[in-house]
């Protein structure tokens, strides 16, 4: 391997390929793994990212050096252990184990962090890389970063990004990083703008850095900060801005489904079907025959 190779390269080549059970990869910005692995030796060369993992079965003994010095542990269901970036991490499991793991690619990272923290703080200064930790709010973040990603095939670029910043904040606070304070929401100028560029991009995948970038914020910040303003997160309202759309193209037009879900962002017919049935409990042919059959009642009568 070469040095600093990332997680994705090592997991990707040779004998490692082989116990990934799934990946779902949002463009670079980070990676999820879903591993099986049998005991053995876990280590790997020094990567330029830094690795969350999170056991899924527990009560394996856990033997190794991450980055913070040498632990010996017996893992528990749902635990996490964190691995430094650019260190070669040992580790040790005496018996079969499952996995799920989260990757921050420290280049596209290390920027965020130094906005959410004034620059005083980096992943080197993270306290976790001492064996097993467990943080309720990291084990709530990433099971329904799992299962939005499941939903859509792969987490969008948004997704992707505020679900990092979530986990990446959560990590640095567990730390005591010094958190910079941010006092209301956006400002109304940037308020517009932001909802203008998600409805004239719905049918792309937009990313959190572009809508910070139009109100002139880090993309962590931005994140909090439009949470206040319009009490979701981005990804949320933008779910809902496709949904209304999808609603109208299913009145008024006779497009497909397939074709209204390219026109509303989602990748095919199947992912567009998933996510309409969550928020309006029906299937999106089922949608558009009940209200064309109201119309036409309503015309006769």
């Known amino acids: 391997m070469p040095t600093n190779a990332s997680f994705t390269q090592w997991y990707g080549q040779g004998q490692q390929a082989s116990y990934v ?3 779902k990869s949002p463009g670079g910005i980070l990676d999820l793994y879903d591993v099986a692995r049998p005991a053995g030796d876990m280590s790997h060369p ?18 190794g050096n991450s980055g913070g010095g040498h632990y010996n542990v017996r893992s528990e269901k749902g635990a996490f252990f964190l691995a430094a970036p650019n260190f070669a991490n ?8 499952q996995l799920r793991s989260l990757s921050f690619p420290v280049l596209q990272w290390q920027k965020v962090l130094e906005d959410a923290v004034d620059g005083e703080f980096t992943v080197e200064c993270l306290q ?18 799992w299962a939005l990603s499941e939903e859509e095939g792969a987490p969008s670029r948004l997704l992707a990004r505020a679900a990092g910043c979530e986990i990446l904040a959560e990590l640095c606070r567990l730390s005591g990083a010094p958190f910079v304070e941010i006092k209301g929401g956006l400002a109304s100028g940037s308020q517009r703008r932001c909802l ?11 990313s959190l850095d572009e809508l910070a970038a ?19 997160p981005p990804r949320v309202y933008l779910t809902q801005l496709r949904m209304e759309k999808a609603c109208e193209l299913l009145e008024l037009t006779e497009l497909s489904v397939t074709a209204i879900a390219h026109e509303v962002g989602y990748s095919s017919n199947q992912v567009l079907a998933r996510i309409f049935f969550k928020h309006r409990r029906v299937s999106p042919s089922d949608y558009r025959r009940s209200v064309r059959e109201q119309a036409l009642s309503r015309t006769t009568q």
């Open 128 to 145: 976790l890389y001492r064996g097993s930790f467990h943080a309720p709010s990291i084990r709530s973040a990433l099971r329904n970063l």
């Open 46 to 63: 020094p990567l330029a990212d830094l690795v969350l993992y999170q056991d899924q079965i527990g009560g394996s003994r856990v033997i």
């Open 196 to 206: 203008e560029l998600m409805h004239a991009r719905l049918s792309e995948d937009i």
């Open 90 to 97: 040992t580790a040790s499991v005496d018996s079969s184990h």
């Open 21 to 23: 059970r799934t990946r």
């Open 214 to 232: 139009e109100a002139q914020l880090s993309p962590f910040h931005f994140a909090r900060m439009f949470k206040q303003s319009l009490g979701v």
